[in-house]
């Protein structure tokens, strides 16, 4: 009986024996529980809100041994080794209005694949020791109060697939090394006081996803990655012609609205087989280049052209893009009647119809008394023989001071 209990004895104490290692040497790395401590100080105090992830940091406990509600936002590394550490591989705050600075110890957890601090009131500059995160996938600072220039050094983070600091007040030129992010698919950099030309980035092949809108960029178009899927450059300076966008053939949305882009809007363009959206509107541009579509393989849905210096006939072969539902051809200068064909698509595939502000003239094909009833649009402000029971002619027409030779070579 004895030699039993003794041999039970020895197997709990070897148990125990071995357990004890695991329990104490996969707490946190020492450096990366500092880190967190001090990012929690940099944040005043009166914009922690009891229930959001920070005041759950509670520091009398280890972060990546904590259970329930405690340290959320917090993903820690499982160590193989009895004798390594835990480290902190991701940070995901909640937008919960923290209003501080980034301390420049986050450069110390370089375990982190993940560091969201979206949505907040971070101020500041983004510290240089973030080049040290070698290890990060996805980084998103986006709207936050961030100030001064992008980190030329962010360059070196080459696993980043998704860097996303739009909706800051970053200012300066966008470090053309970024285009030796090989593994970047996401970059998000609108919304903030960018400025100069926009940089080559064609190193960054993978790319997919390019938003620079709403800074102060300004200059042609560079080279794009050919892999883009969303292109947006609204709302700069940018000028010169567009037609090199008709090589990215992967693009799904294109948004060159509210710039100075000039020269015509090419049927490359128009005919990227992929291409849903595109909105050019509120350009300099003159010509629009309509081909047939028919047979050809299209995705094209909504087409937005209002406000260029667009002239000459609407074009007729806008009706045979077969998915095409949303067309703004308003505020520009087309002349002329509105082709019969435009009453077919009325109301049946076309659901939103803007010609508002042109000088076009003649009589409404008949279609339009009846399917402007179930549809969105405009043809106010043109030279049209519009009755006004027609919804889409509410406004009224231009004076015939205005429309006095626009249209003679249509009676």
Partial sequence: MHSVFSSCSTIILAVLVALVPTTVNS???????????LLKRSIDPNTIPKASYISSWDFSIDPC??????????LCSVPLDNNARSRITAIDLDSAGYDGFLAPSIGNLTELTALNLGRNNFRGPIPDSMSNLRKLVSLSMSGNFFTGSIPVRVASLKKLEMLDLSYNNLSGAIPAKLSGLRSLLHLRLSHNELS???PDLTGSWQLQTLELGSNLLYGSLPKFPVNLRTLSLTHNSLSGRISQIGKLQHLVTLDLSYNR???SITQEILTLPEVVHIDVSVNHLTAIEVPKFAGRETQLQQLDAQANLLRGHLPINLVTIGK???????????????????????????????????????????????????????LANNCLMCPPNVRLCRGGQRPVSECVGQNDDNE
């Fill in 196 to 198: 100069g030309r926009i």
């Fill in 27 to 37: 707490l946190t790395l020492d450096i990366d529980k500092e880190a967190l401590r």
């Fill in 65 to 74: 041994e904590s259970t329930g509600g405690q340290f959320q936002g917090i």
């Fill in 261 to 263: 882009f000039a020269g």
């Fill in 324 to 378: 095409l539902t949303s067309i703004n051809l308003s505020n520009n200068q087309f002349s002329g009647p509105i082709p019969t064909d435009y009453g077919v698509k009325l109301g049946t595939s076309w659901r939103s119809l803007y010609l508002d502000h042109n000088f076009l003239g003649g009589n409404l094909p008949p279609q339009f008394g009846i399917a402007s009833v179930r549809m969105r649009g405009s």
